[in-house]
């Protein structure tokens, strides 16, 4: 079972989450198991202080060392099994699908969510094993991106989608975005399901997707199609996507 700690001074954003759909159903099933850890509980006064003003000035407060360590500490010492702690921020690495793996090697992952104007540095150098970025913009503190980086990890884990198929096919997973997907009705608004996937040839409609993938990479994500590996099938399969649709 692979477990995450969220370090967060709003469990109730975490643990709404932990309660819907497919994340849901799998701590439901014991296959992942959330916990939060809120450093207001190691405050040192009554008041629960965890943040002060910054030295050398400027906007915003600062998370302090002392709450935020005792945090970290509280979920290190709830685990029997080795702890990643990776701290959520805009400066770290980006992640992304071919990290999944990784991370969900790693037992029990640690999700630091900061807020305010940051955390005290010294907790990054001496508490943080990894930094993660999920893109060039700032949220107001860290726990969507925890949860995203939950979400993401866990559908790749055994048993927690129906069909594991589901994730060896997603978007990003080889590189490539997404096939379009239909369901019934088979027209609605003059607006057809292609014939392929009516045709119960399985070899035809597994060519077409991957034709589909290809094209829509080609069409929305150039930059991946670049570092992509692709055969010489790949390669015909997108010279007709391109053709088909230069006709159109």
């Known amino acids: 079972m692979n477990r995450f700690s969220?370090?967060?001074l709003f469990p109730d954003l975490i643990n709404a989450y932990r309660n819907c759909g497919v994340v849901g159903r799998a701590c439901e099933r014991g296959l992942i198991d959330i916990e939060t850890v809120n450093p207001r509980d190691y405050a040192p006064d009554r008041r629960s202080t965890i943040d002060d003003t910054p030295y050398g000035g400027g906007p915003g407060m600062v998370m302090m060392v002392g709450p935020l360590?005792?945090?970290i500490s509280a979920a290190r010492e709830r685990s029997d099994c080795a702890v990643h702690v990776a701290?959520?921020?805009p400066q770290g690495r980006r992640f992304e699908q071919h990290c999944v793996p990784e991370l969900a090697g790693h037992g029990h992952?640690?999700?630091v969510a900061g807020r305010y104007e940051?955390?005290?540095?010294r907790i990054v150098s001496h508490d943080i094993d990894s930094e993660w970025s999920i893109g060039?913009?700032?949220a107001s503190g860290g726990e969507l991106p925890a949860l995203l980086m939950i979400d993401t990890i866990a559908r790749t884990?055994?048993?927690v989608l129906g069909d594991q198929c589901s994730a060896q096919e997603d978007s990003f997973c080889d590189g490539l975005l997404d096939y379009p997907h239909y369901t019934r009705p088979e027209s609605i608004d003059e607006q057809n399901v292609p014939a392929v996937l009516l045709s119960g040839d399985h070899g035809a409609i597994a060519r077409w997707r991957?034709?589909?993938r290809l094209g829509r990479t080609l069409e929305r994500r150039p930059d991946l199609l670049e570092q992509a590996s692709l055969s010489d099938a790949d390669r015909s399969l997108l010279e007709e996507y391109q053709r088909e649709h230069e006709r159109r």
């Open 69 to 71: 360590r005792k945090a």
């Open 136 to 138: 060039d913009f700032v």
């Open 6 to 8: 969220v370090v967060t």
């Open 210 to 212: 991957r034709k589909q």
């Open 87 to 89: 701290f959520l921020t």
């Open 118 to 121: 940051g955390i005290d540095e």
């Open 157 to 159: 884990l055994d048993g």
């Open 109 to 111: 992952l640690v999700l």
